[in-house]
């Protein structure tokens, strides 16, 4: 699913929420069913966005949820 950075919905609070490091928002959208596997509209993952705002606990998270730490921009 791509998404625009325009749009409020559940995959832009939290794209906003791992932004802004507050992981309880970013663990409660996604057990409440929110896509963690989101390819947003800049190309970007959401294990990219955490790593590179220095979010560690974040990034432990979301890989244990399975992201790929592989993905690349597009």
């Known amino acids: 699913m791509t ?3 325009y749009e409020d919905t ?6 906003t929420a791992v932004w802004n490091g507050d992981k309880k928002a970013a663990v409660a ?3 409440g ?7 947003y509209a800049n190309g970007r993952t959401l294990l990219q966005l955490a790593a590179w705002f220095g979010h560690a606990e974040l990034v432990r ?6 992201l790929d730490r592989e993905a690349r921009d597009t």
């Open 61 to 66: 998270y979301l890989l244990d949820l399975g």
């Open 29 to 31: 959208l996604i057990e």
């Open 33 to 39: 069913g929110v896509d963690a596997h989101t390819v």
């Open 10 to 15: 559940p995959e832009r609070r939290l794209y």
């Open 3 to 5: 998404t625009s950075r």
